[in-house]
């Protein structure tokens, strides 16, 4: 015995009838494989309009580009970014109405005329990430190094000591 014997919308080899689970258009052969590069195209382009931003704002990295990790004490905010292929002078960082925006752009500067195709990407980024508005903005340290880029916003005195612990009870 045979497994596809065992799958019963496989096809009957020893008749020419299609067996009873099949439609009418999956007996003609144009429509079946219509129907499968249909399905390649939306298997492979289905993560474009998640990772792709509106194309009028041309964030060619998408909504999550570069990664950024967040952290949080009583004392200061640390935020690190990873952004590989870039250099210091290709990022800009603002603070402004207690949020620190980082913008940059990767470029491309291949000039191979013989390339097919590239993987590469470039193009502007933007993540605006609110940090309020109690940050010391004269001590804010940034550090580029490997493609990492670090920041650690000291938070004032007020905010230091607005912090409240709440005692959990069992």
């Known amino acids: ?32 494989l219509h129907r499968e590069v249909n399905r390649l195209f939306d298997d492979v382009f289905r993560s474009f309009d998640r990772n792709l931003p509106a194309f009028d704002s041309l964030a060619s990295f998408g909504r999550g580009w570069p990664s950024v990790e ?9 935020i690190t970014a990873e952004v590989p ?11 402004d109405d207690g949020v620190l925006t980082l913008r940059g752009e990767k470029r491309s500067e291949t000039e191979d005329k013989e390339k097919q195709f590239s993987e590469r990407f470039y193009g502007r980024f933007e ?5 309020g508005s109690e940050i010391v903005e004269d001590k804010i340290d940034a ?24 005692a959990i009870k069992s």
């Open 85 to 95: 292929g870039l250099e210091e002078k290709d990022i800009e960082l603002v603070l």
């Open 127 to 131: 993540r605006r990430i609110p940090v």
């Open 70 to 78: 967040i952290s949080e004490t009583e004392k200061e905010i640390r």
């Open 1 to 32: 015995m045979n497994v596809r014997d065992l799958i019963p919308w496989g096809r009957d080899t020893s008749s020419n009838q299609a067996p009873a689970a099949y439609r009418e258009e999956d007996r003609s052969p144009f429509l079946s």
């Open 143 to 166: 550090r580029f190094r490997n493609g990492v880029l670090s920041l650690v916003l000291p938070k004032t005195e007020k905010a230091q000591s607005q912090v409240k612990r709440i």
